[in-house]
């Protein structure tokens, strides 16, 4: 694979300027990769030969020909450079490279990305708008992800919104740079499309607090109730949910069900306490939690804000009830950063995931943003399922299209009913989240 990128890359780079013709091809992923190419009298590649025998697929590189040497002498310096016989004239070569792809597809579920090398000198950002293109794939980046990874994306945002984004759009593949959970509600709004991954091991401790099997187990106690499921949840939890929700809409969607109808809420029991108390609802909770919001430090925070006493303190909902008792203003992602917009302040300490803090200084640059402090010893509260995903992570999923989110029919057909439930109560409520 290392010879393939590199005679690749310098190829491009020749064709860049004008010099091109020809394709690379990659055999299926289970199979060894070959690569045939024609050389003629002089040792220059010619083209490809032929039709690759086995299931190839372009991954979209190109190879230089003729008149310049470059590809050419970057083969000699390769591992099969003694396989390349220039002295005779037109000659098919096949090139079998070490069967690296091969062996990352057998590990992938194990360790979640394909685990092949990057060279550290590829234009990741620009190799990834290459790919964008020539798959008409996008790029959705939930706010929590690193900054250089919002910045190649096409929409940013929460992660109902940005599902619902793709789905209006006519790509036929969608990057979630996002977690599992973030992917398969993509791939429910656009079943017919290809949703990748960087990571598979990207979860949410929040969603994975709440496991589908206890929960079905926890729901037969409480035949009467309905189910309301904030939208961190599993696809497979969607199923056994009546209405899902996001922070944006939670209150008009609990404020919309009947006094005298009984509510489970899953899985976040401080959003959920929040609603108990917004609503004065007595909801049977699920005990889930997400690790990032729920070690905000209430000391800290009182000491930063005593040093900052101009700051706002801005809390996401997730947040346990005595850290949301401070704040200025509770919203989600969104509406913490729709708030920082509009607020006539100019400083102000955000208790949710750092990741959001780019778009914030982003629209406001001009305005200070602190990030919340945690119980321990680090300054900022980073989630660590958000930050597995990297640059090269999603340059190499985009590249091999691995790994997919697939789901089971019925688990689209049942999942995607409560999403549809939302979204007429939150259009009806004029939340701005329409059905597509
Ligand atoms: S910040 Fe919390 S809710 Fe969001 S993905 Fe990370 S663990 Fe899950």
Not at 33 to 47: K, W
Not at 57 to 77: D, E
Not at 299 to 311: D, G, S, Y
Not at 396 to 419: A, F, N
């Amino acid at each position: 694979m290392f010879v393939l990128k590199q005679a690749a890359h310098a190829v491009a780079a020749e064709e860049a300027r004008g010099q091109y013709v020809g394709d690379v091809y990659l055999a299926h992923p289970l199979e060894p990769v070959f690569m045939y190419i024609e050389v003629n009298s002089d040792g220059y590649i010619i083209q490809q030969h032929g039709q690759n025998p086995f299931r190839a697929t372009k991954v979209g590189y190109s190879i230089a020909w003729s008149a310049n040497s470059r590809a050419v002498s970057l083969f000699r310096k390769c591992t099969f450079a003694a396989l390349l016989p220039f002295a005779l004239p037109k000659l098919t070569l096949a090139i079998m490279t070490t069967d690296l792809l091969s062996r990352a597809m057998q590990n992938l579920e194990r360790k979640g990305f394909l685990d092949i090398e990057v060279d550290p000198e590829l234009d990741l950002v620009a190799e990834i708008q290459r790919l964008k293109r020539e798959k008409n794939a996008i790029i959705l980046a939930h706010y929590y992800q690193d900054s250089e990874i919002q910045d190649v994306a096409d929409f940013i945002g929460d992660s109902l919104g940005l599902s619902q984004k793709a789905a209006q759009t006519d790509a036929d593949i969608i990057v979630f740079a996002g977690v599992h959970f973030m992917a398969e509600t993509a791939k429910m709004l656009s079943p017919q499309k290809k949703v990748l991954l960087p990571d598979l091991k990207a979860g949410c401790s929040l969603a994975d607090s709440c496991p589908p099997h206890l929960f079905r187990k926890f729901k037969e106690k409480y035949p009467d109730h309905i189910v309301v499921s904030y939208i961190n949840c599993s696809a497979e939890l969607k199923t056994l949910t009546d209405i899902c929700c996001t922070s944006t809409n939670a209150l008009a969607i609990i404020e919309s069900i009947p006094k005298e109808q009984p509510i489970i809420f899953a899985p976040d029991k401080n959003l959920g306490a929040y609603l108990i108390k917004k609503t004065g609802r007595d909801m049977v909770l699920w005990n889930g939690s997400c690790m990032v919001h729920e070690i905000f430090s209430h000391e800290r925070i009182v000491k930063l804000k005593a040093r900052h006493p101009n700051a706002k303190f801005i809390a996401h909902p997730e947040c346990e009830p005595h850290i949301l008792e401070m704040a200025d203003f509770i919203g989600s992602t969104t509406g913490l950063l729709k708030f920082t917009i509009n607020d006539s302040a100019t400083e102000y300490i955000v208790a949710t995931e750092p990741g959001i803090i780019h778009q914030m200084q982003k629209a406001s640059p001009h305005k200070t943003f602190i990030p919340a402090p945690p119980q321990n010893n680090c300054a900022c509260n980073e989630c660590p399922h958000m930050k597995r995903n990297t640059m090269e992570k999603l340059y190499l999923c985009m590249q091999y299209e691995q790994p997919e989110i697939t789901l089971p029919d019925w688990v689209i057909e049942q999942g995607v009913r409560s999403i549809n439930r939302m979204l007429e109560i939150s259009e009806k409520a004029g939340l701005g989240l329409k059905r597509d």
